[in-house]
């Protein structure tokens, strides 16, 4: 059902692109003009004719035309998207990026068939427009880790494979152009050698849309990935260098030579480019405290800067992308909002999402559109020699690499990095951008490209899934990261490290552990606002799961399923060692003073008892995005700080830690009482006891139910109250109902929270005269 | 403790190859070494090892230098820490940081992690009792965070009560309030690390020429 009306939707949208698409001025435009005319003409002549009415209704297309067509096909791109996903069996076996040229096919046929012209995947709209956003995405969440220990492999397979690759292809074309009974003569060696270039290199795009639906275990991802994008400097180079031969006419040896060094300038510099704009933009993210809300612009419009900066130059706009993105992103997420954090996430996927879309589709269009010529027999030959030079490169590449790695490549890994090398977009706008005087054969060479994109899409993209479970290729593990295995990698790193000093050779932590401490010495103070410059890095990774059990909690609203990563049947109490009574030195409280405390305790938790019964459980839950959170979590430290001043005080009063629960009810405690920050008296103590069990407050219950944690802990006040102040006598413990003698407060702790470092002496004086 | 001759001696460079499997050429290089650190003498102290200026600022610099001198990693069933080591020990500390070589089978590949894990845990069981205690937890990660600045030690507290809930999690499941988790067993240790790949991590690339910066 749902799926007619979609596709219902989906033809009228077609319907209406056709003929809106690559028309000229429609008659609409010209009515209005007329209209016009025709009105001023009447006041010219006076009033002798009668006045036209007034248009009420008058149709103008062409002032929106062009915003309008674009919005129009990124609306038909992100339908087609929400379509594919509703078809559940069929997005299973093909990839998403071979529907999407189907379906530009498609409309590129239709537009055709009406006798418009479809358009044409502008080289600049695609390299300006649509390229970015995919890789600053990619570049924005690079895994650095593996990236930085994979480094010389990836180099490895980027440079020398695509070298390898370009050499091999434009090589073996040349000769095959110069066979008899091909009609191919024209075709001289460089422009060989230039397409061979074009079309060896591995397509970011297309690689990311496959393997992003195959899960493929990280080193693969990261090898095919990282070596996609780093042989963009190579492939930037050679259709450089061959296209100014082929101008020039004559080669020397020191133009082999400044090839080399243009490689370098290139690669090193879009990689220079980069990180100066990276550094721009975190030092620029330092400053936004205050304005919150445009802090995501700053991160975009910097990365793009970067790559249009370095495409002035010529340089590798993608590294300077790459670069930009993975050196701004640790110092920018030290400094921005969480709320920015995820905006700049989501519209990062959003837009690569939609660019990606777009480009596939753009593909099968233009595929109905371009000029084509058909020849048999290069096509079958670049295809052919693709391949076969892919296969080849690798498995000699390998031989070499295993040579140097820990972790050796299996014959499996080299399959399916062999298998993974698919081309793209990229590959057709370089030849399309191809100067038809200089490369007469460039309509050749538009459909050769076309084919080799589209087999190795459409074939090699859907064959890979049932392939790597075939070959049961290690999946990608959805492990969480741990904060054992955080402390451990820490430990590990300076562990290594400490050894190979005491070795005495300079190996690879050596280096790594130099870089770390000067990053910590000189760049965070510069770059990241405030205290943050200072956290090491356990405790920023412990702060951040804590905020992201905090927020699961929330999320998980009042369910009594709690999310798994808290260890909610362990606690606290588990693990301390039960403390033998210290003798501390204590005076006896005489019994008048005794119950002079529990008069007032009583009092204060009469008042706040009062207090609560206004709040309902709606508007207990406040909004825990607020960056409040951070004050929540400080002021909790306060909390915690004094649960442990007094429980290190005493036998009589045994308090019992306030849980850390979720943010939104402990600011709904803490705004019911606002003196608990002062924490200079008895009369304040911050954790309002919320409600014991009892029936006349079932919003109470309410909210002790959200933290019991298995049913059959008796409801109590322990769980989730404030400070019970239990007292041994029983008589007094009327208004305190504890259902259950428990021998022992629970210490529930759901998020353990360091306390703050500064001790606040005015906690002792409550219980001491 | 082994003695050796001021000269190398082939046979002895054999036995230990064979015992730790590092080469001989790498053994020859450590060995120079050995003498860099203890000044030409047959035994390591502690100190020599202190003297090392690049390990200053490495945060967990005493635990590093105390597992050089533990008992338990020279592979017998040692006890407590001895004051001055040979070079078979050193050597054999050495061979914890060894790579998996490259074709062995799953269950060496096993052992080795085991090894390895072993060597980390007991760098992390002090009073070798054979579980990681609460406080020794805390100790580990009061170590790591040392250098890291004033931040006090509630916060490395925090921590490690949080990795401890998790390991009590993980590996004991639901308690009772009234049990109590005694602290992190080899088992326990080895389960909460699965996600770590030790043998692949826990390395370093020992040289087969002679490149040993001289000491600072």
């Known amino acids: 059902m749902e799926l007619k009306m979609f596709i219902l939707v989906l033809g009228l949208l077609v319907g209406s692109l056709m003929p809106l698409g690559g028309a000229s001025g429609s008659p609409g435009s010209g009515t209005g003009q007329d209209e016009c005319k025709k009105n001023n003409g009447d006041e010219k002549n006076g009033n002798k004719t009668t006045k036209k009415s007034f248009p009420v209704l008058s149709l103008n297309y062409e002032n929106v035309r062009l915003p309008f067509e674009i919005s129009l096909w990124v609306l038909l791109a992100s339908l087609m998207k929400l379509g594919f996903h509703l078809m559940p069996r069929l997005s299973s076996i093909v990839p998403e990026s071979c529907l999407l040229i189907v379906v530009g096919l498609l409309v590129g046929g239709l537009i055709k068939l009406v006798g418009k012209a479809p358009p044409v995947l502008e080289s600049n709209i695609f390299f300006f427009y649509l390229l970015p956003p995919i890789i600053l995405d990619a570049g924005y969440f690079l895994p650095i880790r593996q990236f930085t220990e994979n480094l010389g492999t990836i180099l490895m397979f980027a440079v020398v494979g695509t070298l390898w690759n370009a050499f091999f292809v434009g090589g073996l074309l040349y000769g095959v152009c110069q066979l008899e009974g091909t009609n191919l003569a024209g075709v001289n060696l460089l422009s060989c050698l230039l397409f061979g270039s074009v079309i060896s290199a591995v397509d970011p795009v297309a690689v990311l849309a496959v393997f992003e639906e195959i899960h493929i275990n990280e080193l693969l991802h990261i090898l095919v990935f990282g070596e996609s994008l780093l042989n963009d400097a190579v492939t930037v180079v050679l259709y450089h260098l061959f296209e100014e031969f082929t101008n020039a006419g004559t080669i020397t040896v020191t133009d082999g030579f400044l090839g080399i060094v243009c490689f370098l300038v290139v690669s090193l510099g879009g990689i220079v480019v980069g990180a100066i704009y990276g550094i721009l933009a975190a030092f620029t993210s330092r400053f936004t405290s205050h304005t919150r809300v445009i802090e995501p612009l700053f991160i975009f419009v910097y990365s793009y800067m970067a790559y249009l900066s370095a495409e002035v130059f010529h340089l590798s706009g993608i590294m300077a992308l790459i670069a930009c993105g993975a050196v701004m992103r640790p110092y920018v997420e030290a400094n921005i909002s969480h709320k920015s954090h995820t905006t700049i996430k989501y519209f990062l996927k959003m837009w690569s999402s939609v660019s990606d879309t777009l480009i596939f589709i753009f593909l099968g269009v233009s595929t109905v559109a371009g000029p084509h010529e058909w020849n048999w027999i290069f096509v079958v030959a670049t295809l052919v020699f693709c391949l076969v030079a892919r296969v080849l490169g690798v498995i000699g590449l390998t031989f070499v690499i295993n040579k140097f790695r820990i972790v050796k490549l299996t014959s499996k890994d080299q399959f399916i990095i062999a298998y993974g090398g698919l081309r793209g977009a990229i590959a057709f706008s370089l030849v399309y951008l191809l100067n038809p005087k200089h490369f007469p054969m460039r309509n050749m060479f538009l459909t050769a490209i076309i084919t080799v994109i589209f087999f190795t899409v459409f074939v090699q993209g859907m064959t890979i899934r049932p392939l790597v479970d075939l070959l049961a290729v290690k999946k990608k593990q959805e492990t969480k990261r741990s904060i054992n295995e955080e402390i451990h990698t820490q430990f590990l790193d300076h562990l290594l490290t400490g050894i190979e000093d005491i070795c005495g050779h300079y190996g690879h932590h050596h280096w790594k552990d130099k870089l770390n401490r000067f990053n910590k010495k000189y760049v965070k103070k510069c770059l990241i606002a405030g205290e943050r410059s200072k956290e090491p890095q356990l405790i920023a990774f412990y702060h951040k799961m804590e905020m992201k059990q905090a927020i699961e909690l929330v999320e998980s609203g009042g369910g009594s399923k709690l999310p798994s990563a808290m260890p909610s049947t362990v606690s606290m109490q588990n693990i301390q060692p039960k403390k033998p009574p210290q003798d501390r030195a204590l005076p006896q409280l005489s019994k008048a003073r005794e119950e002079e405390i529990r008069k007032i305790l009583r009092t204060n938790l009469q008042r706040t008892r009062q207090r609560l019964r206004s709040y309902n459980r709606h508007t207990l839950i406040a909004d825990p995005f607020e960056d409040g959170l951070d004050e929540i979590l400080i002021k909790r430290k306060k909390m915690k700080e004094l649960e442990k001043k007094i429980s290190q005080m005493n036998n009589y009063l045994t308090v019992p830690a306030p849980p850390a629960d979720s943010p939104s009810v402990a600011r709904a405690r803490l705004a019911s009482d606002p003196q608990a920050w002062g924490l200079k008296s008895v009369t304040e103590i911050p954790t309002i006891k919320v409600e014991l069990v009892s029936p006349q407050n079932p919003e109470s219950v309410k909210v002790v139910d959200e933290f019991s944690k298995k049913g059959s802990q008796p409801k109590g006040s322990e769980e989730e109250g404030g400070l019970t102040m239990r007292v041994p006598s029983s008589e007094k413990q009327r208004k305190d109902k504890t259902p259950d003698e428990e021998p022992q407060p629970r210490f529930m702790r759901c998020l353990s929270d360091p306390g703050p470092a500064a001790e606040d002496e005015d906690e002792d004086e409550p219980f001491l005269p | ?216």
């Open chain 2, 1 to 216: 403790m082994g003695s050796f001759q001021s000269l190398p001696d082939d046979h002895q460079y054999r036995t230990l190859s064979q015992k730790t499997g590092f080469s001989l050429e790498q053994i020859a290089i450590l060995h120079n070494r050995f003498k860099q650190l203890s000044q030409n003498e047959e035994t390591l102290w502690r100190d020599d090892l202190k003297t090392i200026q690049d390990l200053e600022s490495n945060p967990i610099r005493s635990q590093i230098i105390e597992a050089f001198f533990d008992s338990r990693n020279f592979q017998k069933d040692g006890v407590g820490s001895v004051e001055e080591i040979g070079f078979e020990e050193f050597l054999t500390v050495m061979s914890y940081f060894r790579a998996p070589p490259q074709n062995i089978t799953v269950e060496q590949r096993e052992e080795m992690r085991r090894a390895k894990l072993r060597f980390l845990f007991n760098m992390h069981d002090t009073d070798n009792d054979g579980t990681i205690t609460l406080e020794e937890y805390r100790h580990v990660v009061e170590e790591l965070l040392s250098r890291s600045g004033a931040l006090g030690r509630e916060t490395a507290k925090g921590i490690a009560d949080a990795a401890m809930l998790e390991v009590a999690s993980i590996s004991v499941g639901p308690m009772a309030p009234d049990e109590f988790y005694e602290g992190i067993t080899f088992e326990h240790f080895l389960k909460i690390l699965n996600g770590v790949e030790i043998e692949m991590r826990m390395h370093i690339h020992f040289l087969n020429m002679d490149a040993t910066v001289l000491c600072k």
